[in-house]
């Protein structure tokens, strides 16, 4: 294993020579989930077993939003520092900006699209269906005994608070509940990331080079059509933002 170079952090079902796949083995995922390389829970602060500045590639697409984010803090750094000075490190994850902008101009179909194919949640008032993309537990379409929010709890916290408060004031109430839940329910959302919050937090950690990418473009060879080999990608390409850095 250490003969390979790149790391897919979260792996779930990807399998490539070269790479190694740190997933924790899951029930939830058992049926399409890969072999693991090297078992890791993220949302714990153990470090990764890897050595320090051995790595070219890391890479993890659509996990950060499933862990709290003191953990996704942790993994940020850990990454930082298996990667090798000038390694690159790629973030695909649900771009919150694009809806936040959806919900506030009133953009159901595009809210509603995430689970398109569930007619409950298309029935759900438009924040209900909006906050269980960035803080699940606490939307009525979670069947959690965790207390929802109503449409009009919802509406009144984003009017009476700025863009970012309102949002951390859902994910701080969700992830209360995490550390139980998020074994329950691996796949569902507990944070929320943007550009602009993603940059600052990779910036302080100490990555460089800081940007947006599209859909499988890079100007990392190994990472150009990369983002099609996880399917949430390719599902939920317009709710999705690519970003990537280098150490």
């Given amino acids: 294993m250490l003969e390979k170079k790149f790391i897919n952090i979260g792996s779930c079902g990807f399998r490539m020579d070269g790479w190694i796949n740190l997933d924790k083995p899951s029930s939830h995922y058992s049926a399409w989930q890969s072999p693991i390389d090297l078992e890791h829970d993220l949302m714990t602060l153990n470090p990764i077993c890897i050595r320090d500045e051995c790595l070219d590639i890391a890479y993890t697409s659509h996990t950060i939003e499933h862990i709290s ?9 850990e990454t930082h520092r298996i990667l090798k000075k000038g390694g690159v490190f790629r973030i695909t994850c649900p771009d919150i900006d694009k809806c936040y902008e959806a919900y506030t101009n009133g953009n159901k179909e595009y809210i509603s699209s995430w689970k398109k194919a569930y007619v409950p949640f298309r029935k759900l008032g438009i924040g209900e269906q909006f906050l269980f993309l960035f803080a699940s537990y606490l939307s009525p379409f979670h069947k959690s005994e965790v207390e929802k929010y109503t449409e009009e709890q919802i509406r009144e916290i984003f009017d009476t608070k700025s863009k970012f408060d309102a949002l951390t004031y859902f ?22 990331w943007g550009h602009n919050r993603l940059k600052d937090t990779l910036k302080e950690i100490g990555f460089r080079n800081i940007v947006s990418q599209e859909f499988c473009c890079s100007d990392t060879p190994e990472l150009q059509g990369f983002d099609r080999h996880n399917d949430d990608n390719v599902e939920k390409l317009n709710h999705t933002l690519f970003l990537e850095c280098t150490k």
């Fill in 69 to 77: 984010d003191e953990y996704v803090y942790h993994l940020f750094r």
């Fill in 171 to 192: 994910t701080t109430e969700c992830q209360k509940y995490a550390d139980k839940l998020q074994k329950i329910y691996p796949g569902d959302h507990i944070s929320w």
